[in-house]
């Protein structure tokens, strides 16, 4: 059974923390990304990477950076987190495309409050 | 750029009703890919039903099937037979097949389906 696992379901910082939420994925995928979630807007990508080391940013990268050191890990790092971070932060991975499979898996989520 | 939009922030639907879940998309890439996603209270997301833009016909997957209309850049999702499980947020997303789009998904706004008994 495929498995994208967040390290955190619930998380509240104060404003000017360093927040690290991790993502890690057991299906050997090439590609992981990361999302954020706020009503009305949908998902909207932060950042992805297609190979270990590789980043690439999104649409939304501003007061975020990642790190993956690891195929199965990928890290969203919150520099100094702000109120307008709070949000849920979701995590998924995938196959290249033209590999057959096209499907993005997603984790639980991590819904993150900075007070 | 690619966009998805979804014009209905909510919907209601009977329960063993079907009910049509609209979403639009606009991107000048030929090749593209068609999803939906189902988000329920607890938050996970699950895929329903993929579309390929070269695909011949709709795609069905049970009660989901995804009335794909290329020249008006639709792509609804229908569900038959409403049941109160469905009550949940549905998501539209396309990827586009580029070499350098690496699988990223656009995602609309998104519609939340309540399912009355």
């Known amino acids: 059974d495929v498995k994208v696992t967040q390290s955190s379901r619930y998380l509240v910082k104060r404003t000017g923390e360093k927040v690290f939420l991790e993502c890690v994925q057991d299906m050997d995928h090439e590609n992981m990304f990361w999302y954020r979630q706020d009503p009305g807007l949908g998902l909207r990508l932060i950042y992805f990477?297609?190979?270990?080391?590789?980043?690439e940013k999104g649409d939304i990268p501003e007061g975020y950076s990642v790190s993956r050191e690891k195929k199965e890990r990928f890290s969203l790092i919150l520099e100094s987190a702000s109120t307008n971070q709070t949000s849920m932060y979701l995590c998924?991975?995938?196959?290249?495309?033209?590999?057959?499979?096209?499907?993005?898996?997603f984790g639980p989520g991590t819904r993150l409050t900075v007070t | 750029a690619q966009k998805i939009t979804q014009t209905q922030p909510g919907m209601f639907v009977q329960e063993k009703e079907a009910v049509t879940l609209d979403c639009t998309y606009d991107t000048s890439d030929p090749s593209y890919g068609l999803f939906w996603y189902k988000q329920p209270s607890s938050g996970e997301m699950i895929f329903l039903i993929y579309?390929?833009?070269?695909?011949?016909q709709n795609a069905t997957e049970g009660r989901y099937s995804l009335n794909f209309q290329k020249a008006r850049k639709s792509a609804n999702l229908v569900i038959s037979a409403s049941q109160l499980g469905d009550s949940a947020m549905y998501f539209c997303?396309?990827?586009?097949?580029?070499?350098?789009?690496?699988?990223?998904?656009?995602f609309g706004q998104g519609t939340i389906l309540t399912v009355h008994p």
């Open positions: 997303a396309m990827r586009n097949a580029g070499g350098t789009s690496y699988g990223k998904l656009t």
């Open positions: 998924a991975s995938s196959l290249p495309p033209g590999s057959g499979s096209y499907e993005q898996y």
């Open positions: 990477s297609y190979d270990v080391k590789m980043k």
């Open positions: 579309q390929g833009s070269y695909d011949q």
